[in-house]
């Protein structure tokens, strides 16, 4: 069976893509054996019981259903709280992008969907000239825009777009996704980006998810978004 992959950006950091990420995994869960979420770079660890943790990597690996090695789930593991690029550089750990391409290419030998979160949003350096919509290229991915709904967002969705279709990625639709439960006129918002989208990259939105409190509101987000539209896009 092909796997199926997608890789998983957004139009800033905090914006919602591991939120994203854990309710495509419980969605796709529910559907397929084998489903496996690939963080390959993560930037901000913590010890725990002499073992280092990543947030982002322990709660996508909560929501998946193939327990991969944490190598394999996440190659890097960066200490710091910071852009790829600098965490690499005050480790001295340069990044390397093949060998992510090589974890890639074993996760997906254990899966019949892998998720990949991207590292912020998809300019990001990972180092002076390979950014994060380098890793969607070499993993041959389509793109997932998570786009975090607060004031600017319209803009960070019309260029993150821009940036994807100028690399040669295909955007293959955009979740519109309420961090900040205070906006105003979110509907306006949405509408002012999913006009322009679908014209201009014909990416449809694939879901609105409310603001979600409490401790299994990435399960509940799942039922925001339309799984089968995606399905039918990758
Ligand atoms: N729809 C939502 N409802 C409630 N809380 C949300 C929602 N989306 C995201 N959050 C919360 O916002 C915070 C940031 O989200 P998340 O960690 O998914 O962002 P991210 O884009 O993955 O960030 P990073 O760039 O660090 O990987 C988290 O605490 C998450 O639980
Ligand atoms: C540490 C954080 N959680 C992310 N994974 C890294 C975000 C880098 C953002 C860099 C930037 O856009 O300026
Ligand atoms: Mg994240």
Not at 16 to 41: D, Q, W
């Amino acid at each position: 069976m092909k796997v199926l992959s997608l890789f998983v950006t957004g139009t800033d950091t905090g914006i919602g893509k591991t939120f994203v990420s854990c309710a495509l995994l419980y969605g796709f869960c529910a559907r397929y054996h084998r489903v496996a979420a690939f963080k390959p770079i993560a930037a901000g660890a913590v010890l725990r019981n002499g073992v280092w943790h990543n947030e982002d990597t322990d709660l996508l690996l909560e929501a998946s259903n193939v327990a991969l090695q944490p190598h394999l789930a996440t190659p890097y593991l960066l200490r710091e709280s910071v852009a790829p690029n600098i965490g690499a550089a005050h480790q001295g750990v340069p990044l390397d992008i093949s060998y992510i391409q090589a974890c890639y290419y074993e996760v997906v030998q254990l899966a019949d969907v892998v998720i990949v979160e991207g590292v912020g949003g998809v300019c990001v350096p990972l180092d002076e000239i390979l950014d994060t919509s380098d890793l969607a290229t070499v993993l041959k991915l389509p793109i997932l825009l998570v786009v975090g709904l607060k004031l600017g967002c319209i803009n960070h969705a019309l260029l993150s777009a821009e940036a994807i279709a100028a690399r040669g990625l295909v955007l293959s639709g955009w979740i519109a996704n309420t961090v900040d439960p205070d906006m105003a006129f979110p509907t306006e918002n949405i509408e002012a980006i999913k006009c322009r989208l679908d014209r201009q990259y014909g990416a449809p939105l694939l879901g609105i998810i409310p603001h979600l409190d409490g401790q299994y509101s990435d399960k509940s987000a799942v039922s925001y978004i339309n799984i089968d539209a995606l399905l039918k896009r990758l």
